[in-house]
């Protein structure tokens, strides 16, 4: 890893520790697409509202097969025929703490539920509109994918495993690239 690449990423890990979002691009010769990603603990309502408006509107929790099964939430389908193996479950909310599940403040209060282990299956509806994505244990050793990139990169920052990510969407409902992306992050001063 070149000293850059290096400074990225350590500052991509202190920005996750202090609960602020980030950034990350895949490779250029697989998705060649752009993730926000956040701490469960660190997303707050604008960050959440923020995430919807320049993504797709799909936000996903990233987590570990503990915290799914505990909380009763299968794969979405038994037959994955995802091209890079995205481990899908089933879309929920957080019934305690919700209303309809999709305003910015219900998608923070289901991210943030996924941190506690005592709640229980019957607390989240099956389905709803945070679209959970079980990472493999070994993390990017595993999978080269953005739910294991958001997996390692709460490990590194020693908070809980679990993060929101949305893909980034240009103005014309295309898929960011890189250049316009090192621009938003520059604009905006999230780290990439």
């Known amino acids: 890893m070149d000293p850059q690449d290096r400074a990225n990423v350590e500052g991509a890990i202190k920005a996750f520790r202090e609960g602020k979002m980030v950034m990350v691009m895949d490779r250029l010769d697989r998705e060649n697409e752009c993730d926000f990603m956040i701490s469960a603990r660190g997303c707050t309502k604008q960050d959440m509202a923020f995430m919807i408006r320049y993504s797709t509107g799909i936000v996903c929790v990233v987590t570990d097969k503990k915290r799914l099964d505990t909380f009763g939430l299968h794969v979405a389908t038994p037959n ?11 879309a929920t909310d957080h019934i305690p703490t919700t209303t309809t599940g999709v305003s910015a403040q219900d998608r923070v209060n289901t ?3 996924f941190m506690d282990l005592n709640n229980r299956a019957e ?9 959970p994505l ?3 244990p070994g993390g990017l ?10 997996y390692d990169l709460c490990r590194l920052a020693g908070v809980e495993t679990v993060a ?6 240009d103005d ?3 898929m960011m690239r890189l250049e316009d992306c090192k621009a938003f992050a520059r604009d905006h001063q999230i780290p990439l």
């Open 164 to 169: 929101g990510i949305a893909e980034m969407m």
């Open 123 to 131: 607390d989240f509806s099956k389905p709803g509109h945070m679209f």
């Open 111 to 113: 991210l943030k539920a």
């Open 80 to 90: 994955n025929t995802d091209s890079n193996g995205t481990n899908f479950h089933v």
């Open 172 to 174: 014309e409902g295309e």
């Open 141 to 150: 050793t595993e999978r080269d994918g953005h739910t294991e990139s958001a």
């Open 134 to 136: 079980c990472a493999r």
